[in-house]
Antibody, heavy 120, light 107 residues
């Protein structure tokens, strides 16, 4: 059974650092992309970026490039989303999702989401 | 970036109604379009990929059509569990594989 299990709720202060995780199981980690999607409170879905753990090829939306870092650890089949300088505007739910390596790209399995609150 | 615009932003419907949601791309995206359903407090769920392909396990009352710039998601007979927000997503140009702003279906 394919599963993506995300780390728990975080409350951080502005200027701080944070790394959230997405632990995968039930499939070959290195043969699927993992993407990250932001959902700000009461708002829609925003595509942040994606990584292919097989070769660490990583692509960012221009809106998020330089603001976050996406990484993956093949040994633990876990993907990560990291901030070095949190802002109040980073307050959101963050989802990881799996995407197949094929011509038609879609997120077929999703994590349960990680709620990040940034507040002084 | 390709901009995806959904209409309407919200709609009210009754059980048994036929519901149609439209998604328009700012440029042609061939059939590179997915539809997701998100219920309150839950992760999105894939309904349709490549414009018209029903994801495994999704009820057949959901269907998708369109190509180029104009796409539709149709729910042939609305059920109580279909109360949710629906998003389209393009993957013709990446990054980013942008989402529409969402359409909320209310009863």
């Amino acid at each position: 059974e394919v599963q993506l299990v995300q780390s728990g709720t975080e409350v951080k202060k502005p200027g701080g650092s944070l790394k959230i995780s997405c632990k995968t199981s039930g499939y070959i980690f290195t043969t699927y992309w993992i993407g990250w999607v932001r959902q700000m409170p009461g708002k829609g879905l925003e595509w942040m970026g994606i990584i292919y753990p097989g070769d660490s090829d990583t692509r960012y939306s221009p809106s998020f490039k330089g603001q976050v870092t996406i990484s993956a650890d093949k040994s633990t089949t876990t993907a990560y989303l990291q901030w070095n300088n949190l802002k109040a505007s980073d307050t959101a739910m963050y989802y990881c999702a799996r995407q197949a390596l094929r011509r038609d790209r879609f997120f077929d399995y999703w994590g349960q989401g990680t709620l990040v609150t940034v507040s002084a | 970036d390709i901009q995806m615009t959904q209409s309407p932003s919200s709609l009210s419907a009754s059980v048994g109604d036929r519901v149609t949601i439209t998604c328009r791309a700012s440029q042609s995206i061939s059939n590179s379009l997915n539809w997701y359903q998100q219920k309150l407090g839950k992760a999105p769920k894939l309904l349709i990929y490549a414009a018209s392909n029903l994801q495994s396990g999704v009820p057949s009352r959901f269907s998708g059509s369109g190509s180029g710039t104009d796409f539709t998601l149709t729910i042939s007979s609305l059920q109580p569990e279909d109360f949710a927000t629906y998003y389209c997503q393009q993957y013709y140009i990446s990054p980013p594989e942008s989402f529409g702003q969402g359409t909320r279906v209310e009863f």
